[in-house]
């Protein structure tokens, strides 16, 4: 009875034992085409003829792409700052002080902290009463 016991409980090791090392295989292969891949991304990104092939079907440069969205950045930076200034808004230093941040952060802690303890002494006073 007892062998049957242990030389199941080897049988079960032996079984993860398999198992991981065959996982361990799966995740070696991986690995290896990831690696493989990555190099063949890294020999790519040197050649100057890279394209992407958009919907439309006209392919874009990857310099030209990013060319045409730095530029719609900056117009945008623009563009927000124009209206900004236009608007008249205050710098966001001058709203409000880390001082006054923090007199504020407290004076709501100690409410709360005053309202659940004004609770539970209520809790307490109910469970009194019953």
């Known amino acids: 009875m007892i062998d049957t016991i242990k030389r199941h409980e080897v049988d079960s090791v032996l079984a993860n034992q398999r198992e991981m ?20 991304i890294l020999q790519n990104q040197g050649k100057p003829t890279a394209h992407v092939q958009s919907v439309g079907g006209s392919p874009y440069d990857f ?15 623009r563009d927000v700052g124009a209206m900004a200034q236009r608007e008249g808004c205050p710098p966001p230093a001058s709203c409000l002080s880390t001082t006054v941040f923090i007199v504020i952060i407290v004076i ?18 109910a469970k009194k009463f019953y």
């Open 21 to 40: 090392v065959a996982t361990i295989r799966d995740v070696k292969a991986f690995v290896g085409e990831v690696h493989q891949r990555t190099a063949a």
């Open 63 to 77: 310099q030209q792409l990013s060319n045409e969205l730095r530029d719609s950045l900056n117009s945008m930076k």
């Open 108 to 125: 709501q802690l100690i409410i709360l902290i005053g309202y659940s303890m004004y609770r539970d002494s209520k809790e307490a006073q």
